[in-house]
């Protein structure tokens, strides 16, 4: 009884008190429940596609976000995992519990291979040389159709699982689990790992970090090792469940997507990402369904984006969070937005200024 | 309404295909044939280095003064070219007058949109990034929406041949070239022989303290992105009747000026353009001489960029600097 009383003050103080941690748990109590309540293919379809680009979008922001190291080729992971992932099923009819983590560690090569220009170059150069990778591999794969199926990619890929309930909430927990570990690895107050206070300060200075002992050629390429795992993962997922892998999975546009979904959430917050493609992605897919959306969809979608940056550069998330939740100026906790005295050492609250 | 070629497909490989201007001279003896097909590379490398080292000029000036990252770049070459088509095609303007208003129009839409969009954000550099992203696609779906994904042709401004050491190169590929060096030229004098040229540098050297000699860095912005942006349509309506034109046309150049930007080094304008050639040589190098040249064309051109950047991580021609602190 007495972990009862232990367990629910912990649950209390560190959840129910914090506006943006009482959203999270709502939110993955729908993403557990959804199909309880609803078996429509369409929309198991949408969140299912929605948790895998979400995942993407995460381990980017891991990258950029945390890290600094501005990515605009993300699909590169992505795509390479997703290739990886095909071509062992149907070439070799390997079952997807064996590619999809094989197509993690193929990404995670990449990655490693990536991140070398890292080591050296920064800021936009880098960002522009990320770029370049899948486009350059995308070249090479319209030059060799017969090994990697040229535009028309890989069909007729196995199925995560034949059950369409099973697929998803294989999807669910991988997303759950991953998203967990992301958020460990890169909160700087996180008791796990050392990673995230480190991240964090190779993006502001990387020089000081460098001279406070921190071997920051390792770390970043330890980032990227993890962002392309995730986005790898995320692209082994794509492919079992689209089963095809298609080129336009290295598009610059799909690069370009993941960089829209998190800014337009709130970058440097793993849960800015997620929530920017559970916003985004649904309107798109639901727009292409009505008659009139379907050509003008890309036209709302960039309007979107326009005037939430505009009005809210930081991000979605970030927005509605300083709205919820405030600050106490002397001890750091975090309040929800109603309280007029701080919950842990009563000072009071002073009001926001707009 | 003219369609030289109507070819439905989206993976955007093929809108950005060189149609030689040049059929090159008939099966002769085999050096002859050499000898055109090196002058066909030289024009049509020239051509497309000379309007890649427009758009890389522009797109690196507007970086460079204001840091405004503008994705959208292309995109504003892509509404001239359509400018161009709809003007010649549907309300049958003349010619020169068209070319004019497409470019004032693409002006005053490059400056709208910095008005309304990245004047206010440009503090959030990656932010400015998105919504030229932002601002490209909303160009492109309106594109698609009202003219449809089909790739189309221009009429050329000037028909006719030219016979160089046996190979036709069309006068069209001629004023490409010309008009993109006197453009360069131009925008040379410009920058090193103006008032505000000066002013422009001062500006990209230290915004502080070129505010404090009384340049309006605000002003100067503005005067930029119309710069950069009408170099942008200038350049479109120079490949609009060269290139086809449709709306995915603005992905691939986009890749390549910034490849070539940072290969020439960012903020060095020499150095975009030296980096342009490269890339546009390269480019008609391998489309000219490789088997299924045409998909390898971008990959290659990455490729080398990656390279150069490997040894020379500040580019050909890029300044380094002390590594920066905040």
Redesign the interface.
């Known amino acids: 009884m007495s972990y009862f009383y232990l367990w629910y003050g912990w649950f209390k103080g560190e959840i129910l008190a914090i506006p943006g941690r009482v959203i999270a748990l709502c939110f993955f109590l729908c993403l557990f429940c959804a199909p309880f309540v609803t078996q429509d293919p369409y929309v198991l379809r949408i969140i299912t596609l929605s948790t895998i680009f979400a995942l993407f979008a995460a381990s980017w922001d891991v990258l950029a976000g945390f890290t600094g190291q ?1 990515s605009l080729g993300h699909a590169l992971f992505f795509g390479v995992a997703a290739y990886t992932a095909g071509l062992l099923n149907s070439h070799l009819q390997m079952p997807p519990c064996f590619t999809i983590p094989c197509g993690a560690v193929a990404a995670v090569v990449v990655g490693l291979f990536a991140g070398i ?1 890292a080591l ?2 920064r800021g ?2 880098l960002g ?2 990320t ?3 899948p ?6 794969l ?2 060799f159709p017969q090994f990697t199926g040229g ?1 028309l990619g890989i069909s007729g890929i196995q199925k995560l699982s034949p059950s369409r309930i099973v697929s998803y909430y294989i999807v669910v927990v991988v997303f759950t689990f991953s998203v967990f570990v992301m958020w460990k690895f890169t909160d700087a107050k996180s008791k796990l790992f050392r990673t995230g206070v480190i991240l964090h300060a190779i993006r502001e ?3 000081t970090a460098r001279a406070s002992g921190i071997a920051t050629t390792r770390h970043k390429l330890l980032a990227f090792a993890i962002s392309g795992f995730f986005a790898g993962i995320a692209g082994g997922l794509y492919v079992h469940f689209l089963r095809i892998a298609a ?1 336009s999975t290295l598009d ?2 799909f690069s ?1 997507q993941v ?2 979904w998190t ?2 959430g709130g ?1 440097t917050t793993i849960y800015g990402s997620v929530a920017g493609v559970f916003i985004l992605y649904p309107i798109l897919e639901i727009l292409a369904t009505t008659a009139w959306g379907e ?2 969809r ?2 709302i ?3 979107i ?2 005037l939430t ?2 009005y809210m ?2 991000g979605v998330t970030v927005w509605i969070l300083d709205k919820l939740e405030t600050k106490c100026p002397r001890c750091k906790i975090v309040n929800a937005f109603t309280r007029k005295k701080c919950r842990a050492c009563r000072a009071i609250l002073l009001p926001k200024e707009t | 309404m003219l369609k030289i070629s109507e070819v439905e497909g989206g ?3 093929d809108n950005f295909t060189v149609n030689p201007g040049v059929q090159g001279a008939t099966q002769k003896c085999s050096s002859e044939r050499d000898v055109s097909m090196l002058v066909n590379i030289l024009v049509n490398g020239l051509v497309a280095g000379g309007i890649y080292a427009v758009l890389a000029v522009g797109f690196s000036l507007i970086f460079g003064v204001a840091g405004i ?1 503008n994705m959208a770049h292309t995109a504003f070459y892509m509404i001239t070219a359509f400018l161009i088509l709809y003007a010649t095609n549907v309300l049958s303007i003349p010619l020169p007058l068209s070319l004019l208003g497409a470019i004032t129009i693409t002006t005053l839409l490059g400056i709208v949109s910095y008005r309304l ?1 990245f004047d ?2 440009k503090q ?1 550099q ?2 400015v ?3 030229s ?3 490209a ?2 160009f ?3 594109l ?2 009202i003219f449809g994904g089909h790739y189309r042709g221009v009429p050329p401004f000037a028909t006719g041949f030219v016979d160089i050491l046996g190979s036709r190169i069309s006068y069209q590929h001629l004023f490409a070239i010309l008009t993109s060096g006197l453009i360069l030229i131009g925008l040379w004098v410009l920058m090193t022989r103006t008032r505000l040229g000066n002013a422009i540098r001062a500006v990209a050297q230290d915004r502080a303290i070129a505010n404090l000699m009384g340049i309006n860095p605000n002003r100067i912005f503005m005067i930029v992105m119309a710069i950069s942006v009408s170099l942008a349509g200038l350049a479109g309506a120079v490949i609009a009747p060269i290139y086809t034109v449709g709306p995915l046309m603005w ?1 691939e150049p ?2 390549i000026i ?2 070539a930007v ?1 290969l020439g080094g ?1 903020g060095s304008i020499g150095g975009c353009v030296v980096g342009a050639l490269i890339l546009g040589y390269t480019e008609t190098i391998v489309t000219f001489l490789v088997p ?1 040249g045409g ?6 051109s ?2 080398i ?2 390279l150069v ?2 040894v020379k ?3 050909l021609f890029g300044v380094v600097f002390e ?1 920066e ?2």
Do not use: C, K, W
């Open positions: 501005l220009p050296r170059l936009f150069y522009l040389v770029l370049s990778f486009l350059i591999l995308s070249g090479l319209f030059v535009e200075d990387e020089i080129p610059l546009f370009f960089i829209l800014i337009f970058i050509h003008v890309f036209i979608f960039a309007l984006l326009i940056l505009l550069p930081e | 993976n955007g490989f990252f969009l206010r954000i959030h990656t932010a990034m998105i919504i992203v932002a601002v696609m909303l492109q779906e309106t698609l929406l992905v986009l890749t910034l490849a940072v960012l299924g998909f390898l064309r971008g990959a290659v990455l490729s960029m990656v950047l490997f991580p500040e580019g590594e602190r905040l």
